[in-house]
C-alpha cells in the first residue's frame, strides 16, 4: 500500500471520526439549549448499529426530593405502550392461541354486536371504533378507578355506533388498544401485566421495564420520574393529580393496553435491538407488523401493528411512536434501514419533542424542530 493511499485512508477515518463527534456535539448543543430554556426534561438516548453514540439526562426526576434523572430513571410510556401490545397479540398468534381475523368478539362476547371488526383491525386502527375517552369522561363515576372491564360493560350497555365500516378508514383508536389487551387476558388466561412480563420484558431482559398503575396498585419504586405539569399561576410543577383538567391520571389508571408501559431509555434499547431479531416472533411475523395496513378501497395507511410507518428519500424506511399522558412526553424512532434509533423519555408535560431535530442532525441537515 502506498504513502498516499494511507494518507487519503487516514483522513477518511478522521473525517468520519470528525463528523462523528461533530454530530454528538450539536445534539448535545441542541439539547442543553432546551433544557436550559425549560422546555426539556428527561433522558435521551441516540444510538447507531446499536452502538450508543449520545446519553444524556436532564432535570427532575421528583420534585418533592429533587431527585435528578439518570440513565435508569423509569419513565410512563403512554401511547409507546401500543408497541408492547401488538407483540404480545403476535406471540399469541404464533402460540396458537388466537388468529388476526378472527372477530374480537370471539373474546369480548359482550360486545358480539361489534361483530365485523377482527382483531387485525384493533391492531392498526382501523375498526371505527369510537373513542372510550369521551365516552367515561360522560357516563363514568370518577369517584372510582377504571379498568378494561369498566370499558367493555359501558361499550356492551350504550352500544355506540361505529364511526366507519371496519376495513375501510384508518383512525388511531385508543379503544382499540385497550380491548386488545382483554383480549391478551381471555386468550393467556393471565394479566396483561403477567404476559408481557414473561413473554417480553423478562426473555429481552429488560429489568426496569413492567406495566404499573401508580394510582390502582401504588408501590415504591426506585428512581422512578414522575410526570409533571407546569402551573403559570403558581409557577412551579405539579403532579397532574392536583390538577382539575388532568384528573383523568386518577379515574382512568386502571386501564391498560393504550398505556400504563413504564421503562428506560437502556431497555428501550434492548427492545430496539430484538425488533431486527427472530427473539420474539418469527421474520415473517415481524414483517406484519412494520408493514402498513391496507384498506378495503386498495390504498394503503402509514401504520402498522403498534407502529406508524414513513418512508423517507433521505432516511429510509423510518418506524416509530410517540406517547404523551399528562405528565409524560415519549418518542421512539428506529430507521430500520440505516439502523439508528432515537428514544426520548421525558416527565413534563409541556416539555419540546427534538426527536426531529435529533434526525437532522443523523443525516447532517439543517435543524427542524417539532
Request: charged fraction near 25%; include cysteine.
Given at each position: 500500500?502506498?504513502?498516499?493511499?494511507?494518507?487519503?485512508?487516514?483522513?477518511?477515518?478522521?473525517?468520519?471520526?470528525?463528523?462523528?463527534?461533530?454530530?454528538?456535539?450539536?445534539?448535545d448543543?441542541?439539547?442543553?439549549?432546551?433544557?436550559?430554556?425549560?422546555?426539556?426534561n428527561?433522558?435521551?438516548?441516540?444510538?447507531?448499529?446499536?452502538k450508543?453514540?449520545?446519553?444524556?439526562?436532564?432535570g427532575?426526576?421528583?420534585?418533592?426530593?429533587?431527585?435528578?434523572?439518570?440513565?435508569?430513571?423509569?419513565?410512563?410510556?403512554?401511547?409507546?405502550?401500543?408497541?408492547?401490545?401488538?407483540?404480545?397479540?403476535?406471540?399469541?398468534?404464533?402460540q396458537?392461541?388466537?388468529?388476526?381475523?378472527?372477530p374480537?368478539?370471539?373474546?369480548?362476547?359482550?360486545?358480539?354486536f361489534?361483530?365485523?371488526?377482527?382483531?387485525?383491525?384493533?391492531?392498526?386502527?382501523?375498526?371505527?371504533?369510537?373513542?372510550?375517552?369521551?365516552?367515561?369522561?360522560?357516563?363514568?363515576?370518577?369517584h372510582?378507578?377504571?379498568?378494561?372491564?369498566?370499558?367493555?360493560?359501558?361499550?356492551?350497555?350504550?352500544?355506540?355506533?361505529?364511526?366507519?365500516?371496519?376495513?375501510?378508514?384508518?383512525?388511531?383508536?385508543?379503544?382499540g388498544?385497550?380491548?386488545?389487551?382483554?383480549i391478551?387476558?381471555?386468550?393467556?388466561?393471565?394479566?396483561?401485566?403477567?404476559?408481557?412480563?414473561?413473554?417480553?420484558?423478562?426473555?429481552?431482559?429488560?429489568?426496569?421495564?413492567?406495566?404499573?398503575?401508580?394510582?390502582?396498585?401504588?408501590?415504591?419504586?426506585?428512581?422512578?420520574?414522575?410526570?409533571?405539569?407546569?402551573s403559570?399561576?403558581?409557577?412551579?410543577?405539579l403532579?397532574?393529580d392536583?390538577i382539575?383538567?388532568?384528573?383523568?391520571?386518577?379515574?382512568l389508571?386502571?386501564?391498560?393496553?393504550?398505556?400504563?408501559?413504564?421503562?428506560?431509555?437502556?431497555?428501550?434499547?434492548?427492545?430496539?435491538?430484538?425488533?431486527?431479531t427472530n427473539?420474539?416472533?418469527?421474520?415473517?411475523?415481524?414483517?406484519q407488523?412494520?408493514?402498513?395496513?391496507?384498506?378495503?378501497?386498495?390504498?394503503?395507511?402509514?401504520?402498522?401493528?403498534?407502529?406508524?410507518?414513513?418512508?423517507?428519500?433521505?432516511?429510509g424506511?423510518?418506524?416509530?411512536?410517540?406517547?404523551?399522558?399528562?405528565?409524560?412526553?415519549?418518542?421512539?424512532?428506529?430507521?430500520?434501514?440505516?439502523?439508528?434509533?432515537?428514544?426520548?423519555?421525558?416527565?413534563?408535560?409541556?416539555?419540546?419533542?427534538?426527536?426531529?431535530?435529533?434526525?437532522?442532525?443523523?443525516?447532517?441537515?439543517?435543524?427542524?424542530?417539532?
Amino acid at each position: 500500500m502506498t504513502s498516499r493511499l494511507l494518507i487519503v485512508l487516514a483522513l477518511v477515518v478522521l473525517g468520519r471520526a470528525s463528523f462523528a463527534q461533530t454530530k454528538v456535539n450539536r445534539i448535545d448543543s441542541l439539547l442543553q439549549s432546551l433544557n436550559e430554556k425549560g422546555k426539556l426534561n428527561g433522558n435521551v438516548l441516540v444510538a447507531e448499529k446499536g452502538k450508543i453514540i449520545y446519553l444524556k439526562s436532564f432535570g427532575i426526576a421528583n420534585e418533592a426530593t429533587g431527585e435528578k434523572t439518570d440513565k435508569n430513571t423509569i419513565f410512563e410510556l403512554a401511547s409507546c405502550s401500543k408497541q408492547f401490545t401488538a407483540m404480545a397479540i403476535m406471540i399469541l398468534k404464533e402460540q396458537g392461541k388466537l388468529s388476526l381475523n378472527e372477530p374480537m368478539a370471539k373474546y369480548l362476547p359482550k360486545l358480539s354486536f361489534y361483530d365485523k371488526i377482527t382483531i387485525r383491525n384493533l391492531l392498526n386502527h382501523t375498526g371505527g371504533l369510537p373513542d372510550y375517552l369521551s365516552i367515561m369522561d360522560t357516563v363514568f363515576d370518577k369517584h372510582k378507578i377504571a379498568v378494561n372491564d369498566d370499558i367493555i360493560t359501558i361499550f356492551a350497555r350504550l352500544k355506540p355506533a361505529l364511526e366507519f365500516t371496519p376495513g375501510t378508514q384508518f383512525k388511531y383508536s385508543n379503544t382499540g388498544y385497550a380491548l386488545l389487551a382483554s383480549i391478551i387476558e381471555k386468550a393467556s388466561g393471565e394479566s396483561y401485566a403477567s404476559f408481557l412480563k414473561k413473554n417480553i420484558f423478562a426473555p429481552l431482559h429488560m429489568q426496569r421495564t413492567f406495566v404499573f398503575n401508580r394510582r390502582l396498585h401504588p408501590r415504591e419504586i426506585d428512581n422512578y420520574a414522575f410526570g409533571y405539569i407546569y402551573s403559570k399561576y403558581l409557577k412551579k410543577y405539579l403532579l397532574p393529580d392536583s390538577i382539575e383538567k388532568a384528573k383523568v391520571v386518577y379515574w382512568l389508571d386502571g386501564v391498560v393496553g393504550d398505556g400504563t408501559v413504564n421503562s428506560t431509555v437502556l431497555d428501550l434499547l434492548k427492545w430496539d435491538r430484538a425488533l431486527y431479531t427472530n427473539k420474539l416472533i418469527s421474520k415473517t411475523d415481524m414483517q406484519q407488523v412494520f408493514s402498513p395496513a391496507k384498506l378495503s378501497d386498495g390504498t394503503f395507511t402509514k401504520y402498522g401493528f403498534g407502529w406508524k410507518i414513513e418512508q423517507y428519500t433521505d432516511y429510509g424506511k423510518v418506524v416509530r411512536h410517540s406517547g404523551g399522558w399528562p405528565g409524560y412526553k415519549s418518542d421512539i424512532e428506529r430507521h430500520v434501514d440505516h439502523d439508528k434509533t432515537i428514544i426520548v423519555l421525558q416527565n413534563h408535560y409541556d416539555a419540546a419533542e427534538p426527536t426531529k431535530a435529533i434526525r437532522s442532525i443523523l443525516y447532517g441537515q439543517p435543524l427542524a424542530l417539532q
